[in-house]
């Protein structure tokens, strides 16, 4: 089992920055990538940013926050963080952490509670 906690979230100015953190413990081998993703009300869950590491590694961002988010992972600390800058209102959203684990027989995926950003002035 891996368990994710996210912070940073809040409410904020359009154009302002935040930067959410997300802790992860318990199982992280077979961990292969972490990730961002929101989900806006009435709407299915879309990925925000992503970072794998294995079979070459990646980062992914979606186009509407290319230039102003950057995922970053620190693995000796069992870390991810998004930073948000130039945020608009359409960024409003709950955002959740998630991590891809791999045991080489089962691909299993985590998510964290959740944590609200609100961009509003």
């Known amino acids: 089992q891996v368990q994710l906690v996210e912070s940073g979230g809040g409410l904020v100015q359009p154009g302002g920055s935040l930067k959410l953190s997300c802790a992860a413990s318990?199982?992280?081998?077979?961990?292969?990538?972490m990730g961002w993703y929101r989900q806006f009300p009435g709407k299915q869950r879309e990925l925000v940013a992503r970072?794998?590491?294995?079979?070459?590694?990646?980062?992914n961002y979606a186009d509407s926050v290319k230039g102003r988010f950057t995922i970053s992972v620190d693995n000796a600390k069992k870390m991810a963080s998004l930073d948000m800058n130039d945020l608009k209102p359409e960024d409003t959203a709950v955002y959740y952490c998630?991590?891809?684990?791999?045991?080489?027989?089962?691909?299993?995926?985590?998510w964290g509670q959740g944590t609200q950003v609100t961009v509003s002035s």
């Open positions: 970072m794998r590491w294995n079979h070459g590694g990646d980062t």
């Open positions: 998630n991590a891809d684990r791999s045991d080489g027989l089962n691909h299993t995926q985590y």
């Open positions: 318990g199982i992280m081998s077979g961990v292969y990538a």
